[in-house]
Every structure is written in structure tokens, then in C-alpha cells.
């Protein structure tokens, strides 16, 4: 299966005070509908854009879910158990189930 990010649409999410908000785009959705089977892949995988001032989400943790943050462009800061650490291209976070986070969009990009 292949995809082009740039063909998955860009979809807004944003909260009703405008202080979280993201362009997300579903990779896993768009595989698992390629799939001649229709399974749906072992892990969620997702593009996001975090616009300047934004935070992803409330500072939060999931019950059982792993998430991984990979930079690709831009710089943010990483909010890990009350710890803020630098986030740029090439960085990666890993966030097991129990660890709160949130990622902050503090700069002009």
C-alpha cells in the first residue's frame, strides 16, 4: 500500500475557545481502506500541524495507548510530567500509557 500525504485531506480540530487546535491528517484510516481486507493496522499513525500559539490537546494521559511525536519541521516544546523540553526536526517523544503530555506551539512557525 502506498499513499501520498499530500493526497489525505487536512482536517481541522479545534477546541470551542480556539486554545487547542491542530490540521490532522488520518494515515492509518487512509491505509486500512487501501487494504483489500479492510484491517485496520496494528497502531494509528497521523499528521499533524500545530499552528504558532496552539497546544495540541489539554495536558492529558491515555489509559493504555502509546503515543509518539516525531518532528519533521518546526519548533515547540514537549510538556512531559511537568517537564518542558525542546521539540525540533529530528526529535522524537515517546509517551507510554500513565506519562502525562501535551505538545505547545509556542514559536512564529
Same mark, same amino acid.
Given at each position: 500500500?502506498?499513499?501520498?500525504? !499530500?493526497?489525505?485531506?487536512?482536517?481541522?480540530?479545534?477546541?470551542?475557545?480556539?486554545?487547542?487546535?491542530? @490540521?490532522?491528517?488520518?494515515?492509518? *484510516?487512509?491505509?486500512?481502506? !487501501?487494504?483489500?481486507? =479492510?484491517?485496520?493496522?496494528?497502531? *494509528?499513525? $497521523?499528521?499533524?500541524? @500545530?499552528?504558532?500559539?496552539?497546544? =495540541? +490537546?489539554? +495536558?492529558?494521559?491515555?489509559?493504555?495507548?502509546?503515543?509518539? +511525536? +516525531?518532528?519533521?519541521?518546526?519548533?515547540?516544546?514537549?510538556?512531559? $510530567?511537568?517537564?518542558?523540553? *525542546?521539540? !525540533?526536526?529530528?526529535?522524537?517523544?515517546?509517551?507510554?500509557?500513565?506519562?502525562?503530555? !501535551? @505538545?505547545? =506551539? =509556542?514559536?512564529?512557525?
Amino acid at each position: 500500500m502506498k499513499i501520498h500525504l !499530500q493526497d489525505i485531506k487536512q482536517e481541522p480540530s479545534e477546541s470551542p475557545k480556539k486554545k487547542f487546535g491542530l @490540521l490532522r491528517r488520518h494515515i492509518s *484510516d487512509i491505509l486500512q481502506q !487501501q487494504d483489500e481486507d =479492510n484491517r485496520k493496522p496494528p497502531f *494509528d499513525l $497521523e499528521h499533524a500541524v @500545530l499552528a504558532p500559539g496552539k497546544r =495540541n +490537546y489539554p +495536558y492529558h494521559t491515555h489509559a493504555t495507548t502509546w503515543e509518539m +511525536y +516525531y518532528a519533521i519541521s518546526g519548533t515547540a516544546q514537549m510538556r512531559i $510530567e511537568d517537564e518542558i523540553h *525542546d521539540f !525540533q526536526p529530528g526529535d522524537v517523544f515517546l509517551c507510554p500509557p500513565g506519562q502525562a503530555h !501535551q @505538545l505547545i =506551539n =509556542n514559536s512564529t512557525e
